[in-house]
């Protein structure tokens, strides 16, 4: 086995002595040089997922390999995890998989880490995503300076609300958080009790995203702040949404939902391209900045992330 793991451990050595952030990605697939694997560090553990079934065979190799490059990091993990997400077919929050433990012991059944100074609780055994978007953390970075004036957010979409946790406590008045699934709101709330901040229930709200936008534009509900940061499909029993059939759509939506504020619009899918996210966005909209996979997500080819801030004129 070829000494990827350590090389691309060795490049994220950096990113263990920031504070404000204890998770990361480590090994991200053909970007690294191995595709079909990704390594993420989460706290004192690591989650091994595997894409490809192929490199199932490899266990006897492979496993060895990632448990020896981790005695190499700059904190030796508690624990190493691996998941098998080899069959998935369908979207990520359905997919019913569990992990298993490669070296080392397990988790806790909740486990508390920090992004962008902000404490997230985690699942690492259940399901295909464990609670946090580990290519976020640059974005929320720079999204910082852009709360210090206060303002009302409307995250949608919100998942565990980890835009919401992070803008309300750099600056921003208030937040109303909306989810199609009652486990993400579970999340967002659990979040904020996480980080000292009070849940007021009317700061969450169940439903689908381009339902209640329609509303709120009908009723003249006005936001400082938007986030639209959708799943690539997501279907439910009220309906589907699909990136390329309903992101535009919400886009046409939001111009009235916040006249001279700002937007931050996500599309993660190497089946849109940046030319077609930039066209996507009305014409009258401002571009503030455009961002793609941070460090620690090198990919091969065009980047699967396009996440912009854009003005919308009043």
């Given at each position: ?50 894409e490809k079934a192929a490199l199932l065979q ?61 404490r997230v609780a985690v699942d690492l055994m ?124 919400c886009l046409d939506i939001l111009s009235s ?58």
């Amino acid at each position: 086995m070829p000494p990827l793991f350590e090389k691309a451990f060795a490049l994220r050595a950096p990113l263990y002595a920031d504070p404000a952030h204890d998770c990361c990605r480590l090994f991200n697939g053909a970007g690294d040089g191995m595709d079909g694997i990704t390594i993420d560090r989460y706290g004192a553990w690591l989650l091994v997922q595997i894409e490809k079934a192929a490199l199932l065979q490899e266990q006897k190799t492979l496993f060895p390999a990632i448990i020896q490059a981790a005695r190499c990091l700059p904190r030796t993990p508690r624990g190493i995890l691996w998941k098998d997400i080899s069959g998935s077919t369908k979207p990520w929050r359905d997919y019913p998989c569990r992990s298993s433990i490669m070296d080392g012991h397990a988790p806790p059944e909740e486990l508390v880490v920090m992004q962008n100074s902000v404490r997230v609780a985690v699942d690492l055994m259940l399901g295909r995503h464990t609670g946090l978007f580990l290519d976020m953390r640059i974005i929320r970075g720079l999204l910082a300076q852009h709360y210090k004036n206060g303002g009302a957010m409307l995250n949608l979409f919100c998942y565990s609300g980890m835009f919401s946790v992070h803008g309300l406590k750099n600056g921003l008045s208030s937040v109303l958080n909306l989810d199609l699934a009652k486990t993400a709101l579970e999340r967002a709330r659990r979040n904020y009790g996480l980080n000292g901040i009070a849940c007021d229930e009317r700061g969450f709200m169940y439903g689908d995203a381009l339902t209640w936008m329609k509303a709120f534009a009908k009723k003249g509900r006005r936001f400082d702040f938007v986030v639209l940061d959708p799943p690539t499909f997501a279907r439910s029993k009220q309906g589907s949404f699909s990136v390329k059939k309903d992101f535009p759509r919400c886009l046409d939506i939001l111009s009235s939902l916040a006249p001279g504020g700002l937007a931050l619009t996500v599309v993660n899918s190497p089946a849109v391209s940046q030319e077609q996210y930039r066209q996507w966005h009305p014409a009258s909209w401002q571009l503030e900045w455009l961002e793609h996979e941070p460090d620690d997500f090198p990919c091969v080819g065009q980047p699967y992330l396009k996440a912009g801030l854009w003005k919308i004129p009043s």
